[in-house]
C-alpha cells in the first residue's frame, strides 16, 4: 500500500511552460485535493474531486486545471507557469467515516519558476 | 477575519514542559475540526481531530468551543520529537472533505 504518491519531488520550470503534477493514490479514496504553501502562509486549496469525474475549484484555482477520469489519479496541471506558481504542492485523498475524516498527503512537489 | 488564525509563535520550551496552542476560525458551518503536525518540509500528518466533548491522546489534549469557534491543544511533558509546525484546521464546508487550513505554530522543545 503506496498511499499518496505524487511525481516529480522537485521541479523548475521557465516561465510560459507546461506541466502536469502528478497524484495517486490506492487506497480507493473519493475525495482528493490539490493545495499549495508557500512560506509563511498556510495550505490553500487549488482543486478539489469529490469522486470520478467531478471537480471543483478551491481558493486559488487560477493557473491550473485538473481532471479525475478514475478514482486513483488526479493530475494538476499548469497552463502557463509563471514566478508566483513558486510553491509546494501537496495532494492529499479521503474516504469519509460518519462525521470525521482523515486527509492523506503525498509528500509533495517543490516547484520553481524562474 | 482570517478563516483559521493561529499564533504563529515560535514557541521554545524546554522538554517536561506544558505547552497550550490556541486557534479561532470564522466559518460557523464547519463541522469537523484537527490539528495536524508537518514537520520541517514535509507533508502534514494528522495529529488529533478535535471533539465537542474534548478529547485526549497520551500526553495531548483537544478541546472545541463551538460557541466561541475556538480550538485548542495542550501539549503535556513535551519531548524533543515533539518539535514540529501544528497546523489548526477546520473542514471547508460544501467542498467535499477539503480543509482549511491556519499557518502553523511552531514549536522547539530544547534540552
Known amino acids: 500500500n503506496a498511499g499518496v504518491t505524487q511525481t516529480p519531488k522537485f521541479q523548475v520550470l521557465k516561465t510560459g511552460q507546461s506541466m502536469t503534477l502528478q497524484c495517486a493514490q490506492d487506497m480507493n479514496h473519493e475525495y482528493m485535493s490539490w493545495y499549495r504553501q508557500d512560506p509563511g502562509m498556510g495550505l490553500r486549496l487549488i482543486h478539489y474531486s469529490v469522486g470520478a469525474g467531478i471537480t471543483d475549484q478551491g481558493e486559488v484555482p487560477n493557473g491550473y486545471n485538473v481532471s479525475r477520469s478514475t478514482t486513483e489519479d488526479f493530475p494538476l496541471r499548469l497552463l502557463s507557469a509563471a514566478p508566483s506558481q513558486t510553491s509546494v504542492y501537496f495532494c492529499?485523498?479521503?474516504?469519509?467515516?460518519?462525521?470525521?475524516?482523515?486527509?492523506?498527503f503525498g509528500p509533495g512537489t517543490r516547484l520553481t519558476v524562474t | 477575519r482570517k478563516e483559521v488564525e493561529q499564533d504563529p509563535g515560535p514557541f521554545n520550551v524546554p522538554e517536561g514542559a506544558t505547552v497550550a496552542f490556541n486557534c479561532t476560525y470564522s466559518?460557523?458551518?464547519?463541522?469537523?475540526f484537527f490539528w495536524y503536525r508537518q514537520d520541517c518540509r514535509k507533508e502534514p500528518k494528522l495529529l488529533m481531530s478535535?471533539?465537542?466533548s474534548g478529547n485526549e491522546d497520551g500526553r495531548f489534549t483537544a478541546q472545541l468551543n463551538r460557541a466561541s469557534q475556538y480550538i485548542s491543544l495542550l501539549i503535556r511533558d513535551s519531548k524533543l520529537s515533539d518539535s514540529a509546525t501544528y497546523l489548526c484546521?477546520?473542514?471547508?464546508?460544501?467542498?467535499?472533505?477539503?480543509?482549511?487550513f491556519g499557518k502553523g505554530t511552531t514549536l522547539s522543545v530544547s534540552s
Open positions: 478535535v471533539y465537542s
Open positions: 492529499a485523498s479521503s474516504y469519509r467515516l460518519a462525521s470525521s475524516y482523515e486527509q492523506y
Open positions: 484546521v477546520v473542514n471547508r464546508p460544501q467542498a467535499g472533505t477539503a480543509l482549511i
Open positions: 466559518n460557523s458551518a464547519s463541522q469537523s
